[in-house]
């Protein structure tokens, strides 16, 4: 239930009400796209000083979640996400934001900067090797001077299990 706080009300709730699925979208936009961890809040998404008793109760993710539902947007990319094909990867390509790769539906990519596969580790990558790409779970062996080896349990694309030189990982599945 929405009600106006100001006596006789200002007229906000009447305009929420006209244009409620601007308003939802917004909303959605919001907790959605929020730099703080899906599983917590801050005051750029949900948190404001009238809810401080209930602020470590709020999880912008759940309310993405249910305002994604009731909109029948339940893809939890941004609205106009770059939308990348494992065929588009060449060797310059960079992301600068969210993306989604067309041969791993239900996944939504961050761009990483390359170099550091082990802060990877066996979590779901878009990666290339030698112009070749895939999305999977990245894998790492290692010996006693370091990381040896690096593949991906590939999910779609082509098999890029070799040398941790070779890989570039290019995004990583958001959690
Ligand atoms: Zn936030």
New binding site residues.
Partial sequence: MLYDTVPGGAGHVQRIAERLPDVLDRALGRVRN???GPET??Y???RVFRNERYHEQLR?GVAADVLGRLLGKTDHAPAGALRISLSDVHPALTATRRFLVSEAPGEVFEPVASGQLDLYEGRVVLASRDGKAAVGRLWLRRDAHGIVGAGLQQRAGAPLDGEADGLAVIGVAVL
Avoid: D, N, T
């Fill in positions: 929020c730099e703080c809040s801050c750029r998404c949900l912008r």
